[in-house]
């Protein structure tokens, strides 16, 4: 049985909870196949923001870099708590009815506080991200420099309150009396999908080439 996230109020899911999933092996999942989190924050002056961004999961921690001049960096040195959510589009749900039009998802919501990492922590976790892409990289780069690393904020947020949503299903939902209704109705497969890596001209060395079949290549 996989371990559960403590999630509270007001941070688990109030509509359809029958959705709602706070284990572990469900949250990982997701936040695995995924690579862009959008995290939200509220900033000096009462303002919301949300950006987009790179991370990768180690553990229960969620990992991402910024410019340490960005707003978002900025903010993580203050030690601001942060939420990052993470969605995969399966499918797209066309019903007999506007109202029950949806989508097919799975999503992560986070919520936690965030530290900035220093050190050899700080190195490790660029790495870590760097081989999310591609396990093994990171031993074939180009070390980075001082200017570089000093540019570069590593925020981790811990993955504490959190919830994923998870809708499924092959068929819209629909009232009984609306199935005889003449309109089309039915589902539309999301994919994502990657491909066949393109080398750079003047690459000199297949080292670290990214592989067709690995974390990023699922499909
Ligand atoms: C691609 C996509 C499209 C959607 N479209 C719609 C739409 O058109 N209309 C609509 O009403 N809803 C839509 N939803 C669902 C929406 O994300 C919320 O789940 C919904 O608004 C109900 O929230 P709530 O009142 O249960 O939770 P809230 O009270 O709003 O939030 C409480 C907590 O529940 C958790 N939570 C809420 N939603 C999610 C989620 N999706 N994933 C993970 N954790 C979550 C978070 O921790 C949040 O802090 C969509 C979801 C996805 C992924």
């Not at 092996?25 to 959008?38: C, F, S, W, Y």
């Not at 499924?168 to 990657?194: K, R």
Request: proline content about 7%; charged content about 25%; hydrophobic content about 40%.
């Amino acid at each position: 049985m996989s371990e559960v996230y403590p999630t509270e109020k007001p941070y688990r899911v109030r509509r359809t909870p029958d959705r709602a999933h706070y284990d572990k092996e469900t949250v990982h999942g997701i936040l695995d196949e995924g690579l862009v989190a959008h995290v939200g924050y509220v900033g000096d002056k009462g303002e919301p923001h949300v950006i987009p961004i790179f991370y990768a999961r180690r553990g229960d921690e969620l990992l991402f870099h910024a410019s340490s001049k960005s707003g978002l960096g900025l903010a993580a040195k203050k030690g601001v708590s942060m939420c990052a959510t993470v969605t995969l589009i399966d499918s797209i749900v066309y019903a007999r009815s506007g109202f029950h039009h949806s989508m097919k998802f799975r999503s992560v919501a986070a919520h936690g506080p965030t530290e900035l990492l220093t050190g050899d922590d700080k190195l490790s976790a660029l790495d870590f991200m760097v081989d999310r892409l591609e396990p093994g990289r990171a031993a074939h780069l180009r070390p980075m420099n001082i200017q570089e690393i000093k540019a570069t904020h590593v925020v981790r947020l811990m993955l504490d309150q959190v919830t994923a949503k998870v809708s499924v299903g092959d068929a819209p939902n629909e009232e009984p009396e609306d199935l005889s209704w003449p309109v089309w109705a039915g589902i539309v497969p999301v994919d994502t999908v990657y491909g066949v890596p393109r080398q750079h001209d003047p690459s000199v060395s297949d080292a670290g080439r990214p592989a067709l079949a690995g974390p990023m290549f699922r499909k």
